[in-house]
Structures are given as C-alpha cells and as structure tokens.
C-alpha cells in the first residue's frame, strides 16, 4: 500500500509570502492520478490541482503544483487571507485512492 | 453542475450497522467516466478513502475497512449507498460522498453528514 507522507504538518506563513509544501510518496505515483485539496473548518475538501500541475476549475494562477515518481510539490506564490487553510494530497492506482495527512497553512 | 446531498442518521450505537445515502443530480449517474466514492474525516484528523463503486456496480474499498463496508448503486433514484456494519467509536467522523472523473480525484463533494457513534 503506498504511503503519502506530507511535510511540514503546519507552515506558519504571511500574508503575502511563498507557501512550498510537499507530498512524498512511499512508492512511485503515477503523475496523472495525484491531487491538491484546500479544506477550510466546516467545509468539504475542495480540488485544487489535479494531475500534477492542473488547476481546477476557478482557481487562482497563484496555485501550482509540480513533481514526478515520489515528490510533488504544491506552492502558492502568494498567499491571500483565503489561502489559510488545510491541504491534502491524493493519489489514485491499482484501484485505490489515498490521501496524504495534511498540511496546516497557519498566519504567523 | 453535479451536486451530491448525503443523508442518515446521525447517531449509531456501537456494533450497529450505519447506513448512508448520496443523491446526485445536476448530472448522470450512469455515465461510464463517472466514479462515486464515500471519505471520512474523524474530528479534528485527516481525509480516508473508504470506497468508490463505478455506474455498473463494480465496487473497490480500502483495505482497512474492506471486511466492513459495502456500496451499492441504484442508477434509478440517481443514488449510492454505503453500509458500514460493526460500528465502534472509532468510526465516529464526517461522511463525505463525492464524484471523481478520468483523472480519479474527486472534483465534486457532498456537504458532509456527522455520523456519531456512542451508545
């Protein structure tokens, strides 16, 4: 069973800065199937990025993501109030969907 | 645009079973690039997949939870169904349904119902 490993467990960023989190995954991924999700509290995950590097639907160019095998990338270039929140990664193979342990991107 | 609306009881006593419904619509339910699934989130933790069933019936669960959880569709009442059996408190949590396309990440989710577990 492959393994997302997501780091740091929480960034204490402003407004305004660069956020880089990361996404690891205990065996290669396939590019295609690996995902960002936003969550804020009480809301349902949102999609961010989907395949790597492809924004969703109606969200901002300051999201990107990145990455092949093992490592993926998600950075917001510049973070906006709206940005704090929590991310998960996710990846889909062999039938099987997993989600990464989150990252909190708090205001420092 | 898809929208999907959980439902259910709220409360479960332990070694019970619990059943949850999503209804879809704003779309097919039966279109072949379409996968429903059913994720949870314990308070205060992170997301786990439970289970994703294809329109034709075919169903795949997570491991964990495989010898527990059944999903069913029913492409009539543009519903799915997820039955978790054995219930204890660790599966107390926040029930999403949710939609995933070709590229197998869930693009459409439901509000989310809380399913709590005690006696």
């Known amino acids: 069973e492959i393994v997302l490993t997501q780091s740091p467990g929480t960034l204490s960023l402003s407004p305004g800065e660069r956020a880089t989190l990361s996404c690891r995954a205990s065996?290669?991924?396939?590019?295609?199937?690996l995902n960002w999700y936003q969550q804020k509290p009480g809301q349902a995950p949102r999609l961010l990025i989907y395949?790597?590097?492809s924004r969703a639907t109606g969200i901002p160019d300051r999201f990107s993501g990145s990455g092949s095998g093992t490592d993926f990338t998600l950075t917001i270039s510049r973070l906006e109030p709206e940005d704090f929140a929590v991310y998960y990664c996710?990846?889909?193979?062999?039938?099987?969907?997993?989600f990464g342990g989150g990252t909190k991107v708090e205001i420092k | 645009q898809l929208q999907l609306q959980e439902s259910g009881p709220g409360l479960v006593k332990p070694s019970e079973t619990m059943s949850l419904t999503c209804t879809v619509s704003g779309g097919s339910i039966s279109s072949s690039t379409y996968y429903w699934g059913w994720i949870r989130q314990p308070p205060g933790k992170g997301l786990e997949w439970i289970g994703s069933i294809y329109y034709s019936g075919s169903a795949y669960y997570n491991p964990s939870l495989k010898s527990r959880v059944t999903i069913s569709v029913d492409t009539s009442k543009k519903q799915f169904s997820l039955k978790l059996n054995s219930v204890t408190a660790a599966d107390t949590a926040v029930y999403y349904c949710?939609?995933?396309?070709?590229?197998?990440?869930?693009?459409?989710w439901g509000q989310g119902t809380l399913v709590t577990v005690s006696s």
């Open positions: 996710q990846r889909y193979g062999s039938s099987s969907f997993t």
């Open positions: 395949s790597t590097s």
């Open positions: 065996q290669s991924v396939s590019s295609s199937y």
């Open positions: 949710a939609h995933s396309g070709s590229f197998y990440g869930f693009d459409y």
